[in-house]
Structures are given as structure tokens and as C-alpha cells.
């Protein structure tokens, strides 16, 4: 079972470009597609497709059209209710597979709001078990506090199952400023969220799995259960308490790479789903980071579009 929460759900919209996006000219779309997404609910729709028990948490009207497609994609869902409406997010994807995204903030939320998305989520976690887990993910609408994150670790740690945080910016700096008292058990952190937390240069730490690894193994040193770094194209690391591990991705021909960070965090706790070994786990990360990669839009890729076994983990 994986519960997630997505505090700053979005619609997402996605325009695809015949040729390269060019500043100030008047382009012709070859598509545009629209759905309900968020970081949280991409991963429970991964869930879905893969045949996972799920729940998604979202702050959204229960008569909403957010809600009602989620329900009609079979995705099991517990609105709660929201500050505002649910934001609207635009991708521009290249011919290439270059993706530029436009993402609006949301609308302001208050302490009242915030308690009724901890309440439920922390509610649902109760009734959960130790193998399961909950997915905290995304970025936060404005008016959060930036430790809310990390105080809503601390309360899921009084809770059966394991907790993975998947976020960015002030969210992430507190999270890591609580360690150890507030650690999760998961973050998956990509090059610039690293970096955010090392001062180190984005690109060359994305650039360099090592330097990955040393970074990561400082997180775990001071709690956090497991660090899964995704490195764009490079591919990840995976680092816990047992061993550091670095993983390249199968050869795909890139098309949109929104959410393909989403698919990795699902693919590795797919593989902690099936009590897999750590670098197995790895490998199924990289698989579907690399499967929704050479999909369109937001959509998130099926086990029968992943390939773990032609992903390559050595151990560092």
C-alpha cells in the first residue's frame, strides 16, 4: 500500500512543439494534453497501472472534475477539503525531448487548511502497516511554513508504515535541518535539490555519481533511512545504511520528462513492494524514470514499459 499527499495538487497541460521553442514567435502545437497530476498523485497513478494498493490525498473539492478524474482512472482518492482551486501547470516539450515548465504557485493556504491535510493523512497512516508507505510529495502552496514538512515527518513517525519525501527549496532545507529527530525513511532528492543542500555546482554534481554518493551518505549519517538521487540522464544513486550504489538507464529517445522523477521514487518503492534487493530496487527507479521519459505529457509509464534488466548498477 502506498499513500501519498500532494499539498499543492495541479492540473497539468502539456504543448507539444513540431520544432525547437523559439522566444517570441508564434508557434503551432501538434498536441496538447491535460490531466490531473501532482507528485503525490503521479505516483499513486504508477500505483494503479502496477497493480499497488494506493490512496491519493489531495485538497480538492470531492465534486471537483480533479476529483472525478482520478476516480475515473480507477484511482482510489481522499479529497480533503482545499484552501482554494487547484492550480494550473503548462510544459512545453521539443522535438528533442527539451521540456520547459511553466508552474503557478496555487492559492494561499491557512493553518486550518494545513490541519485537515495532516489530520487525514496521518489518519490514513494510523490504519496502515509497517510495510506500507506514505509519500509525502511536492512543493507546498503559498502560506506553508517551510517546517511543515518536517513537523508532519515528525508526527508519521508515530505511525506503522515507512516515509519517503520527495520535495524541494525551503520544504527540503527544513526537513534536513530537523534531522535526526524528524528523518524519513526515504527523500529523493535530484542534482539541484543536492546541490541546494551542499553548495555545490548542480550541474557537475549531477555530472558526477561519487560526489553524489558522498553527499547522500552525509544524510544518512545523520538519519534519513535511504537517499535515492536522481541524476537526470546520468541516471541515480542509491545510498543507505548498507552500501552506495550507481545506476545508468536503459537507451531511450527522450520526449517529455515531466514526471519522470515521480515514475523513478515509484519504481524503486515498486521494487521495495516485491522485498527486491537494494541495487534491484535501483534498477527498477532508473527503469521508470527512463519509461516516462519517452512518454508524452504526464503520463506514467506501466511495468510492461520498463525494462530494470537493461538498466547497469555497480556499486561504489
Known sequence: MIITLTPNPSIDRTAALAGPLVRGAVHRLESV??????????ISRAAVAAGVDTLAVVPADSD??????????????????????????LSVTEPDGTTTKLNSPGDHVDGSALLRMSEALVAQARAASARDWVVIAGSVPPGTPAGWYADLVGQLRATPPRIAV????????????SLPDCAP???????????????????????????????????????????????GPHGAVLVTGEGAWYATPPPVVVVS???????????????????????????????????????????????????PQLAKVRQL
Not at 291 to 307: Q, R
Open 185 to 231: 525513511d526515504l527523500i529523493k532528492p535530484n542534482g539541484s535539490e543536492l546541490a541546494s543542500l551542499t553548495g555545490a555546482d548542480p550541474d557537475a554534481l549531477e555530472a558526477d555519481p561519487h560526489a553524489v554518493a558522498v553527499a547522500a551518505r552525509d544524510l544518512v549519517d545523520r538519519g534519513v533511512g535511504a537517499v535515492l538521487a536522481t541524476m
Open 166 to 177: 520527495d520535495t524541494s527549496d525551503a520544504p527540503l532545507l527544513a526537513l534536513i535541518a
Open 33 to 42: 494534453t491535460t490531466q490531473a497530476a501532482g507528485k503525490g498523485v503521479n
Open 64 to 89: 471537483s472534475a480533479y476529483v472525478a478524474e482520478l476516480r475515473a482512472s480507477h484511482l482510489p482518492v481522499h479529497p480533503v477539503a482545499p484552501a482554494g482551486s487547484v492550480r494550473i501547470n
Open 257 to 307: 520528462t515531466v514526471g519522470a522523477g515521480d515514475s523513478s521514487l515509484f519504481g524503486y518503492l515498486y521494487g521495495c513492494e516485491q522485498d527486491l534487493a537494494p541495487e534491484a530496487c535501483l534498477a527498477s527507479a532508473v527503469a521508470y524514470g527512463s519509461a516516462a521519459a519517452a512518454l508524452p505529457g504526464t503520463t506514467i509509464p506501466s511495468p510492461h514499459n520498463t525494462h
